[in-house]
């Protein structure tokens, strides 16, 4: 069952469009001339966003989210076209693969021929910093699903959203696909905006970016699955690093600033962990019931133990200290791994105790890799179903998954809150369960 429940209206879930639809899909020509090997998605079928019988009973319009797939009229000319991609923001395994899923459908399924990259994310749209678009066909993006990294260039931080209009409207760019997370998001609904305050006619269609799988109405992002499996590989080491010494601790630190999914999927997919620390949930670190106290008692009994922390855990441990903000405005983490290994080791040498930890932090290492196979199928999906909604002159939105069903999203919604585990359901009481951990949290503290 779902982490996260919405209360929304149906008002809100309406996707903005640049106006009537009035050419024929040449995707028709695919469909058979009785149209019986594929058909069109009708602007009615929809997908409940809360699919369940307690969260629907007694509303007369329960609000429901536009099914993606392809329309039978499109907004655009294809041949009178030039559609833009640009990807912001951090690595992440499948940017390369999503790129190519984009131009291969724009330029076989649509018959759109100018297709740019915008390089090294929003900084490619501003005169200043020099960088020249790529042009983009089949031959350009032909093997680059296998690649790691991002071919196209990213960065981070804001730029000045008149500038990159301003420069769109220079290129006679109508369509931009932009790639990122949360940040992308909302620079994709100021795109958006002064698009519209112009009163000019360019499509912005986002696919959600995000390692952490943490943006709201989206049921699973891209990457995630390979950074599960991916960490998973470095719980493996860490475990046998803990086992193959006396009173052996292993720790990982995973990606995860505000959200603790792939440390909780990773712990559940590999049954190795004893301790799974996710920003979500506080801890003690001091104290009987605290996380040095438990380790100790867990060496005492078992000999080993291993440690999964996420980058965004415990960051209250570093409270009153001002580490400033990154390029993006995000505030700067303690560097949590670090801080527990150096206590870990200094409590333990206070006791007089044994002490072998390894530690190992594979979070770069994982968001450069390539894309898994089973999340190269997914970009496929989403850069197929990105294209239709853009080509069919909506406008606003993004991409997502829900429900088990592929569908549109405006962005407000998406930047309302960040999608984040839930203490109290069943994902993290699964992690409970699998761990054996305790709570970490010393009695009558409050909390």
């Known amino acids: 069952m779902r982490e996260d429940r919405h209360n929304i ?19 028709a020509a695919m469909c058979g001339p009785d149209g019986s090997v594929c058909g069109f998605t009708s602007d009615d079928d929809r997908v409940l966003v809360n699919p369940y019988p307690q969260d629907i009973k007694g509303k007369k319009t329960p609000p429901t989210f536009e099914l993606a797939g392809p329309r039978g009229k499109i907004y655009f000319d294809p041949p009178k076209l030039k559609a833009a991609i640009v990807t912001c923001g951090g690595m992440c395994p499948g940017i390369n693969s999503l790129v190519r899923s984009i131009v291969l459908q724009l330029h076989y399924i649509y018959g759109v021929r100018n297709i740019v990259g915008v390089r090294f994310g929003l900084q490619g749209f501003i005169p200043k910093y020099g960088h020249q678009m790529m042009d983009l066909g089949p031959t350009v993006v032909e093997g680059v699903h296998g690649r790691g990294g991002c071919f196209l260039g990213m960065s981070r931080g804001p730029q000045p959203i008149e500038d990159i209009v301003d420069s769109m409207e220079r290129q006679n760019i109508g369509l931009l696909f932009m790639i990122g997370g949360d940040g992308t998001l909302r620079a994709g609904q100021a795109i958006y905006e002064e698009i519209t305050k112009r009163k000019i006619k360019i499509g912005v269609i986002c696919i959600p970016k995000t390692i952490d799988n943490d943006i709201s109405f989206v049921e699973r992002s891209f990457g995630f699955e390979t950074a599960v499996e991916a960490a998973t590989s470095a719980i493996r080491g860490a475990h046998n690093e803990a086992t193959g010494a006396p009173n052996g601790v292993g720790m990982v630190k995973l990606m995860g600033r505000l959200s603790g999914f792939v440390a909780a999927q990773a712990t559940l997919a590999l049954a190795d962990v004893n301790f799974c620390l996710i920003p979500e949930v506080d801890f003690d670190l001091e104290g009987e019931y605290g996380l040095l106290a438990q380790l100790e008692k867990r060496l ?11 980058e965004g855990a415990g960051q209250t441990l570093f409270e ?25 080791i200094d409590y333990f040498q206070d006791k007089g105790k044994a002490l072998t930890l390894k530690y190992i932090d594979p979070s770069y290492l994982v968001r450069s890799m390539p894309a898994s196979s089973d999340d190269r199928v997914f970009t496929g999906f989403l850069g ?6 853009g080509m069919s002159g909506r406008t606003g939105m993004l991409v997502s998954l829900w429900d088990s069903h592929f569908v549109h999203v405006p962005i407000p919604l998406a ?26 949290i010393n009695a009558n503290d409050g909390r």
């Open 300 to 310: 005492d009994d078992r000999g080993h133990g291993v440690i999964l922390v996420a």
């Open 384 to 389: 197929h179903h990105a294209v239709h909604a």
């Open 9 to 27: 209206t149906a008002h809100q879930t309406v996707v903005p469009t640049l106006g009537p639809s009035k050419i024929n899909n040449p995707a």
């Open 415 to 440: 930047i309302e809150h960040r999608r984040r585990v839930d203490p109290q359901g069943g994902l993290w009481r699964a992690v409970r369960e699998a761990t054996g951990q305790p709570s970490l």
């Open 320 to 344: 009153g200290k001002d580490m400033g903000t990154d390029p993006s405005g995000n505030p700067v983490l303690g560097d949590i791994g670090i801080y527990l290994k150096l206590k870990i």
